[in-house]
């Protein structure tokens, strides 16, 4: 008896919730929810960038290694976790969202499993405006083993009756026909127009303005304005040129590519940054690997092994081991460097007893986490010459 009177004391409150819920999601009449493999926090910072632009009142929030929370204001808010991420987290945004009273959120989708991603659409955000930047191999342990198992995980987040934005044109039929199942209409960003313009190559962040754009005109903003905003905003948020610092009579070109988890942003990285002779060899990639991405670790050493731009391979955070083996396997055993410490100045003292040079550039690669972090923002602090 006890038992059956706590359960549907359970019951009740769960139901009180959902409908607060309920009532919170319908007072923000935009609801932007920001998926994909690469870009969505770019995608999600220039859309809100360009709603505020417009006089919208408008809250957003980034995920990933450092969740923050971008006020109506544009102030930044780092967001405390404790403990694993969950998507409950979601339910706290909107509820922030209504209680500030904002117009339009715009959100960054932090589900990796479908299952989770389908919740967090269908029964969190509830989407009127969808967005998938890309299609990309990553999260292969969950999102699926090949491209097309990725873009079907993605699409549980396309809207059910609302509009559907994607910058991905192999995958743009196949979301187009998920989209109009969900009475949903599906719109592919203008990188046709850019592939043309540019013979053929478009850049991440190329990719990321056509996305954003075409999600604020599509939602009836004036065009100028959003190209204003959207101007603004990559201006202020250009940290991807590599930083040049001087270290112990050392000059070091970094290129922070850590965030670039998947060997197709990593190449479109290294093409743009690497191929013109403009900084100085030798080329040393930085890997940092993270102990519960196996297959992420596999797909970048496979990558490193089939390239020859990078004179050394320096391994970083977890699975060393592996990775040095499967290097050594692939013919770049004599190139590759492990280094076991998490200090970045550590880390760069191995290198510099390692290597003869004066000047050199580092591409930091694989995940941001960890030393790939602290390693960034320790050359952040030495550059600026």
Known sequence: MIFLIISIFIVIILLFEKTLHERRLHRVSIRVHVNGTRGKSSVTRLIAAALRHSGIRTLA?????????????????????????????????????????????????????????FISETRMIKSTVGVI????????????????????????????????????????????????????????????ELQAKNGGKISILESNLAVAKLVCTGLGL???????????????????????????????????????????SA??????????????????????????????????????????????????????????????RWGKGASVIVIKTEDPEQVLNELFQRMAFKECTLVGLGNLRGIGETLSQYLRTQGGM
């Open 267 to 328: 190449r479109i990285i290294q093409d743009a940054w690497l191929n013109g002779g403009v900084y100085p060899k030798p080329f040393v990639a930085l890997l940092n690997n993270r102990s519960d991405r196996p297959l992420r670790m596999l797909s970048f050493v496979g990558f490193l092994a089939g390239h020859d731009i990078y004179d050394h391979i320096v391994l970083l955070g977890g699975l060393r081991r592996p990775a040095s083996r499967l290097l050594r």
């Open 61 to 117: 929030k980034v995920t990933g290694e450092r969740p923050t929370l971008i006020h109506p204001d544009g102030r930044e808010e780092i967001l405390p976790r404790r403990g694993p991420t969950r998507i409950q987290e979601q339910l706290r945004f909107i509820k922030k969202a209504s209680y500030l009273s904002v117009d339009a959120v715009v959100v960054e989708c932090m589900a990796v499993d479908p299952h989770l991603q």
């Open 133 to 192: 930047t890309n299609v990309r191999p990553d999260h292969l342990e969950v999102m699926g083993h090949n491209l097309n198992e990725i873009a079907e995980s993605l699409s549980n987040t396309i809207p059910q009756n609302g509009m559907l934005i994607t910058g991905d044109q192999t995958y743009y039929d196949f979301f187009k026909a998920k989209a109009k199942k969900k009475n949903s209409t599906a719109y592919l960003a203008g990188t046709l």
């Open 222 to 264: 004036d065009p100028e304005r959003v190209t204003e905003a959207l101007r603004q905003a990559t201006s202020s948020s250009m940290k991807s040129a590599p930083i040049k610092a001087r270290i112990k009579d050392r000059t070091i070109y970094f290129l922070d590519g850590f965030s670039a988890n998947d060997i197709e």
